[in-house]
């Protein structure tokens, strides 16, 4: 059952407090649709933190089942939700930390056709998958329908996060940056990760997500900030439109 609007600014009162967050920032939030595509080590934080940050409606979509595996950084996640398919378990849990807003599950590995039209209906993309494939085909869709696309990467001790305001000006694309012949093996399987530093680049997605859904600037459109844990150092790269990049020139 959906609070009280006195229970609810008390729920989020801690953003209210903010000194450039205001009422109408929080209404923006309640109004505002984001899409994230796999719920995974970091779909899984970014969802919960925006769904009980109050984003009102949140499409999550998944085709993938829970495996063991996944428990260590999956958060959303339990043994008791082994071999249940990701997105649907993510509705769940999601709407009973927060009752107030809206959550839609998508099961099925969505095509471009299905990518592009639920992509317009959003404010913004969250591209939280494990694959260049999927990247590349989700880059090219928020591209065609000019929405703001976060994108997030984990591997090792390493996170990777761009942000690319489509919905502003296209100065440069995912495409720039890797293009589908960089497809390499390298993946969470054979590589590795450190479950909290998925946490970190899915706290940070929704960080950026919350910025641009109140009307604030990214710092990091169109650069990727290189995290790496180990070391504990950062670097944030100008992310440059490539000439051969047929994706964003078009
Ligand atoms: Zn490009």
């Not at 009980?52 to 958060?75: A, E, F, K, M």
């Not at 494939?133 to 696309?149: A, F, G, M, T, Y």
């Not at 390493?158 to 589908?180: M, P, T, W």
């Amino acid at each position: 059952m959906t609070e009280s609007h006195e229970i609810q600014n008390l729920r989020y009162s801690r953003h209210l407090g903010l000194d450039d967050f205001t009422q109408q920032s929080q209404k923006k939030l309640a109004t505002a649709s984001v899409f994230i595509i796999g719920i995974g080590g970091l779909g899984t934080v970014a969802s919960l933190y925006l769904a009980n940050s109050g984003i009102g409606n949140i499409i999550l979509n998944d085709y993938d089942s829970v495996d063991i595996t996944n428990l260590p950084r999956q958060i959303l996640f339990s043994s008791g939700d082994l071999g249940k398919n990701k997105a649907e378990i993510a509705k769940k849990k999601l709407l009973k930390f927060n009752p107030n807003i809206n959550v839609r599950s998508l099961t099925e590995k969505l095509k471009e056709e299905k990518l592009g039209e639920m992509t317009l209906v959003v404010d913004a993309v969250l591209d939280c998958t494990d694959n260049l494939q999927s990247r590349l085909l989700i880059n090219k869709v928020c591209i065609k329908n000019k929405k703001p696309l976060i994108s997030g990467a984990a591997i090792r001790y390493e996170g990777h996060i761009a942000v690319f305001r489509n919905d502003i000006a296209i100065k440069s694309c995912y495409n720039c940056l890797y293009q589908q012949e960089d497809e390499n093996i390298e993946d969470c399987e054979g590589s590795g990760i450190l479950a909290p530093v998925a946490g970190t680049v899915g706290t940070v997605m929704a960080t950026e997500a919350i910025k641009i859904l109140v009307g604030k600037e990214s710092m990091l459109d169109n650069r990727l900030w290189i995290l790496d844990a180990k070391n504990n150092t950062n670097q944030v790269l100008k992310i440059r439109k490539s000439k051969t990049c047929q994706v964003c020139s078009l």
